[in-house]
C-alpha cells in the first residue's frame, strides 16, 4: 500500500513553527480591523456586548431582549425574542440603497456561459421563486430539499426558502441516491427542488435521474421543481414533477414578495453531516445568530469590500457554501463570483483564467485543490495575470507548510495572506482564524476568532502543555452555533457535551505551539475527510455491506498525498463469494451508486477477519496502524 507514513507530515508542520509571515503594511493599511489585540480584549471581557455591537450593523424587525441566553445549557439562545430574517439583510435592505445596482452574482457555467445578477435582479428573482413555493404550498417551518449542480438557481432556491420561513435541505450534487433518500426521508420533505442535470469535468451528472430514484422511495415529497440545465431528455412525472421556467411564467410569480417575520431562534437550516456512529445527523441552524456570526467573520477575516470580488469556490452543498458563497457575501453586499465546473476543466489553469478574466481579489478555497493543481506545475498560473489576488483562503482539512508555501508565492505572489480558517459544520463561522493582520505561520490557523476561546485537553479534561496534542474543545458558547440536532436533541447534548461538561467538544485534534499558535492535527472519531469532504465510516460500511456479495466491513482513512486522507476498507465475504478484482471494482462502483463518487474507496482489500473489541466493535485504529507499519497501541480490549 502506498502510504505515506504519519511522521513526514509531521516534521513538515513542527518545522513551520519556526517560520513567520508578518502582514505587510499594505495589508495593514486596509484592513477592516486593525487593532487585532483590542477586539480580542474586548470580546474576552464583554462577550455579549461585544456580539451586540456585531449584531446593530445588520436591521431587525424587532430588537432583542437579551444577547446570549444561558439558562438552559448547552441549549443556548442568541438575540432572543428578536424578530429578523436573514434574507431582509441579505437581499432585501439593499433595495435601499445604492447597492441596489451593485452586481451580487457572477457566474460562469463549466461551458464558457456567463450570467451576472445585480443585488435588484436576484432580488426578484427570488422574490417570484418564493411565490411559487407560497403557491405550492410551502409554509413556515416546512422542510425543502434542495438537490442541484452549481448554478445561479441553487442559492436562489435557498434564499426562496428562508424568505418564507421554510426551512431548507441541500444535499450536495456529488451525493448519490442513498444519500439523498436517508436525507429526504429524516427531513421528511414535502418538495424536492433539482436539475435536469449539471455539468461536471465535460459530463453531465444526472441529477433528476438520482432524484427520482431516490424519491420513489420517499412517500413524504409531493412535488419536485426541476431547473432546466442541461437540457437532455429526463422523465417528467406527471402531476408531481414541474419545470422551473415555467413555473416563473406564471401570474403566480409575482416580483414582490413579502419577506417573512422569523423569531431569531428561528429554524433556517438543516444540514446533514457525519458524526461518530451512525447515519449522518441533521445540524440545524437559525436566522439570528448565524446572521450575526457569518456576517462578522467574513468581513473581519476576508475584509471584504465593495470594491472585492469574492470567490469561494466551494460548493453550496456544504457549509462553507452556505456560509460563505450563498448567505455572507450577500449579507457583506458583496460582489461575488461563483463557477460551476471542475478546476482543472479543460486545462488546468482554469481556474486561473477565471481570477484574471473576472478580477478576483479574493480566492478562498481548500487544501487539496491546492495540492491537486500544485502537481500540474507554475507554467500553468504562471500563464496568467493574478496581480488582482489580494488575499487568499483555505479551509476543510490542514494545510500542509509546503502546499501553504506554494499557494503563497505562485498564487499570492507573496503578497497576499492566507487565512487558514478552522471550523466545521456545526459551528456555522469560522473560528480558530488568523485576521489579516495577525502574523501568519504556514499551517497554522493561528488563533481563536476574537469571541471564541479554544482549550486542548488530554482525555482527563486538563489543559495539555505547550507543543502537546490533544482533544480540541471550545469553552465560550458562539452566536452561529449549531443549535441542535433535528429531531434527536439528545444525540445533541451526548455527542458534543458530554465528554467534557459545559464544553464543546470539536472531534478534533490539535496542539497550541509555544507562542500560542494552534496546529489541527485531525480528526479523532470515526469521520474521514477525503479531498476535504467529510463523510463517516458508518456510511461507507453499509453501503458496502448493502451488496449482497459483503458480510461485513470496515472504512478507515489514511494519508494521501493529494486528498489528504483516502478512504480504505476491509471486506469480508460472504459464503459463497471469492474475492477478485472484477468483484473489488463492482464494490467500488456499488459504493459509488450509493453514496456518491467521493465515498469511493481507494482500495477494497479482501480479508477474513476484523480486528475487534470483546464487545465486537470494530477496532479501526489498529487497522490504521497496521497499514501504515506504526506500533499498534493498547490491545487488550482486542478479541481473542
Ligand atoms: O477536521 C476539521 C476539518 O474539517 C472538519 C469539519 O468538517 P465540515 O463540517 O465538513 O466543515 C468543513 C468546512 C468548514 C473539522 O472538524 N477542518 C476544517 N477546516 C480546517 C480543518 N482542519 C484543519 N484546518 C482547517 N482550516
New binding site residues.
Given amino acids: 500500500m502506498a502510504v505515506e507514513t504519519k511522521v513526514s507530515r509531521e516534521d513538515e508542520f513542527r518545522q513551520a513553527e519556526h517560520e513567520i509571515y508578518p502582514p505587510s503594511p499594505e495589508v495593514v493599511a486596509q484592513a477592516n480591523v486593525k487593532d487585532y489585540d483590542a477586539v480580542v480584549k474586548q470580546a474576552r471581557e464583554d462577550l455579549a456586548g461585544f456580539w451586540a455591537e456585531r449584531a446593530s450593523e445588520l436591521e431587525w424587525f424587532a430588537p432583542w431582549d437579551k444577547v446570549l441566553d444561558e439558562s438552559n445549557k448547552p441549549f443556548y439562545k442568541w438575540f432572543t425574542n428578536a424578530k429578523v430574517n436573514i434574507v431582509y439583510n441579505a437581499l432585501d435592505r439593499h433595495m435601499k440603497t445604492w447597492r441596489k445596482n451593485k452586481v451580487a452574482l457572477i457566474w460562469e457555467g463549466e461551458k464558457g456561459e456567463q450570467r451576472t445578477f445585480s443585488y435588484f435582479r436576484l432580488w426578484q428573482e427570488v422574490n417570484k421563486f418564493a411565490n411559487i413555493l407560497k403557491s405550492m404550498g410551502v409554509h413556515k417551518g416546512d422542510r425543502v430539499t434542495i438537490y442541484m449542480g452549481r448554478v445561479p438557481e441553487l442559492p436562489m432556491a435557498m434564499l426562496a426558502c428562508a424568505k418564507v420561513g421554510a426551512i431548507h435541505s441541500v444535499v450536495y450534487g456529488g451525493f448519490s441516491v442513498e444519500a439523498l433518500h436517508t436525507r429526504i426521508m429524516d427531513s421528511e420533505s414535502k418538495l424536492v427542488i433539482t436539475c435536469d442535470g449539471g455539468f461536471m469535468n465535460g459530463k453531465i451528472v444526472e441529477l433528476k435521474k438520482i432524484a427520482d430514484e431516490a424519491i420513489q422511495r420517499s412517500p413524504t415529497v409531493e412535488n419536485v421543481i426541476v431547473v432546466k440545465r442541461t437540457g437532455h431528455e429526463v422523465n417528467m412525472e406527471a402531476g408531481r414533477d414541474l419545470w422551473l421556467h415555467d413555473l416563473m411564467n406564471l401570474p403566480i410569480a409575482s416580483t414582490k414578495c413579502e419577506t417573512e417575520v422569523m423569531d431569531a431562534e428561528d429554524p433556517l437550516y438543516l444540514l446533514y ?1 457525519s458524526g461518530t456512529t451512525g447515519t449522518p445527523k441533521a445540524i440545524l441552524h437559525t436566522h439570528g445568530g448565524y446572521m450575526v456570526g457569518i456576517h462578522t467573520t467574513l468581513k473581519w477575516v476576508f475584509d471584504l469590500k465593495d470594491e472585492d470580488r469574492w470567490w469561494c469556490a466551494a460548493d453550496p452543498g ?3 457554501g452556505h456560509s460563505y458563497i450563498v448567505y455572507g457575501p450577500l449579507l457583506c453586499g458583496a460582489t461575488s463570483f461563483m463557477y460551476e465546473g471542475a478546476p482543472t476543466f479543460p486545462y488546468p489553469n482554469r481556474w486561473w483564467s477565471l481570477v484574471e478574466k473576472y478580477g478576483i481579489t479574493v480566492l478562498y478555497t481548500a487544501p487539496t485543490a491546492i495540492r491537486g493543481l500544485m502537481r500540474f506545475g507554475e507554467a500553468w498560473p504562471n500563464r496568467h495575470d493574478l496581480s488582482s489576488l489580494r488575499l487568499l483562503g ?6 500542509n507548510p509546503e502546499a501553504w508555501k506554494w499557494y503563497h508565492r505562485v498564487i499570492g505572489k507573496k503578497r497576499c495572506p492566507i487565512m ?7 459551528t456555522g463561522m469560522f473560528m480558530i482564524t488568523p485576521l489579516p493582520v495577525v502574523p501568519l505561520k504556514p499551517g497554522s ?1 493561528t488563533f481563536p476568532f476574537p469571541g471564541v476561546e479554544a482549550e486542548i485537553l488530554n482525555e482527563e479534561g486538563t489543559p495539555v502543555g505547550p507543543d502537546e496534542e490533544g482533544f480540541l474543545v471550545l469553552t465560550r458558547p458562539w452566536p452561529a452555533m449549531l443549535r441542535t440536532i433535528y429531531k434527536d436533541p439528545d444525540r445533541f447534548v451526548r455527542q458534543y457535551w458530554t465528554k467534557y461538561p459545559g464544553k464543546y467538544m ?3 485534534s490539535a496542539r497550541r505551539d509555544a507562542d500560542g499558535y494552534f496546529w ?1 492535527i ?2 479523532v472519531d470515526d ?1 474521514i ?1 477525503v479531498s ?3 463523510l463517516g465510516t458508518a456510511e461507507i460500511e453499509s453501503a458496502l455491506v448493502s451488496h449482497h456479495t459483503v458480510a461485513e466491513a470496515a472504512a478507515i482513512g489514511l494519508p494521501h498525498e493529494i486528498k489528504g486522507t483516502a478512504i480504505y476498507t476491509y471486506v469480508i465475504l460472504r459464503q459463497g463469494s471469492v474475492p477478485s478484482e472484477e468483484l473489488a471494482a463492482e464494490l467500488r462502483q456499488h459504493v459509488g451508486h450509493e453514496l456518491g463518487p467521493i465515498a469511493r474507496p481507494e482500495k477494497i482489500e479482501f480479508v477474513t477477519k476484523l480486528p475487534k473489541t470483546r464487545s465486537g466493535k470494530i477496532m479501526r485504529r489498529v487497522l490504521k496502524a497496521r497499514a501504515q507499519g506504526l506500533p499498534e497501541g493498547d490491545l487488550s480490549t482486542l478479541e481473542e
Fill in positions: 453531516t456544504w457549509v462553507t483555505s479551509v476543510g482539512e490542514p494545510i487558514d480558517t478552522w471550523w466545521q459544520t456545526e490557523g470539536t472531534g478534533d489541527i485531525g480528526r469521520v475527510k476535504g469532504y467529510r
